[in-house]
């Protein structure tokens, strides 16, 4: 079983950067693939990124492509995502997810554990 808890979310104005980690506990997460989802007030959850269990091969949302990014730390056992120039219409809470089989993946439905989630607010 693996513990997944979010942290670094906020309240922030357009424009601005924040960073996001994922730590992991219960178990090494070196094999799996990790994920950043979110989801917005009145909308379903949407796939962020995709990150490999080496790291060396990521994923983005189009919507997020040049200025998110996913990285890992597997000494740590964790997970970070870089968000740059963010949006109000990315206020969301951002949840991270692992995945055991060793193939990236964008859908949802194919992680097997989850965090709780932090609130990311973007004000306009």
């Known amino acids: 079983q693996v513990q997944l808890i979010e942290s670094g979310g906020g309240l922030v104005q357009a424009g601005d950067s924040l960073r996001l980690s994922c730590a992991a506990s219960?178990?090494?997460?070196?094999?799996?693939?990790m994920g950043w989802f979110r989801q917005a007030p009145g909308k379903e959850r949407e796939f962020v990124a995709v990150?490999?269990?080496?790291?060396?091969?990521?994923d983005y949302a189009d919507s997020v492509k040049g200025r998110f990014t996913i990285s890992r730390d597997n000494d740590k056992n964790t997970v970070y995502l870089q968000m740059n120039r963010l949006k109000p219409e990315e206020t969301a809470v951002y949840y991270c997810?692992?995945?055991?089989?060793?193939?990236?993946?964008?859908?949802?439905?194919?992680?097997?554990?989850w965090g709780q989630g932090t609130q990311v607010t973007v004000s306009s």
């Open positions: 997810a692992a995945r055991r089989i060793h193939i990236n993946s964008a859908s949802e439905a194919s992680y097997d554990y």
């Open positions: 219960g178990r090494r997460i070196i094999t799996y693939p």
């Open positions: 990150i490999s269990p080496g790291g060396s091969t990521t």
